[in-house]
Nanobody, 123 residues
Framework: HVQLVESGGGSVQAGGSLRLSCAAS??????MGWFRQAPGKEREGIAV????????YYGDSVKGRFTISRDSAKNTLSLQMNSLKPEDTAMYYC???????????????????WGQGTQVTVS
């Protein structure tokens, strides 16, 4: 049974931090990532990790502030978000794919499985 369940969202003041988690089940995923979508905007890929080797990639909007990581024992994906800004306000989604994403790694269509999302609000 494939399931991705996000948690950890909430409201925080600008400059603060939040840590999102995504509990994954069903498969061993080769590529996992975090996306976000603000009202009226397209879904944006912000961080990706390849589970074999641990390579990470970040979108320009979050580089240097956010850190993606994975606990293989717990099959959990995390996103540590520091120095949050009001423009980080969005619904955040965990995404995964069984095979490695070889191109367009920040494109939604590259991922097969999605969580339900968790809201992050920065004021």
């Amino acid at each position: 049974h494939v399931q991705l369940v996000e948690s950890g969202g909430g409201s925080v003041q600008a400059g603060g931090s939040l840590r999102l988690s995504c509990a994954a089940s069903g498969y061993l995923y080769s590529s996992m990532g975090w996306f976000r979508q603000a009202p009226g905007k397209e879904r944006e890929g912000i961080a990706v990790i390849y589970t074999s080797g641990g390579s990470t990639y970040y979108g320009d909007s979050v580089k240097g502030r956010f850190t993606i990581s994975r606990d293989s024992a717990k099959n959990t994906l995390s996103l540590q978000m520091n120095s949050l800004k009001p423009e980080d306000t969005a619904m955040y989604y965990c995404a995964a794919r069984r095979s490695p994403v070889l191109s367009n790694i920040f494109t939604s269509a590259a991922y097969d499985y999605w969580g339900q999302g968790t809201q992050v609000t920065v004021s």
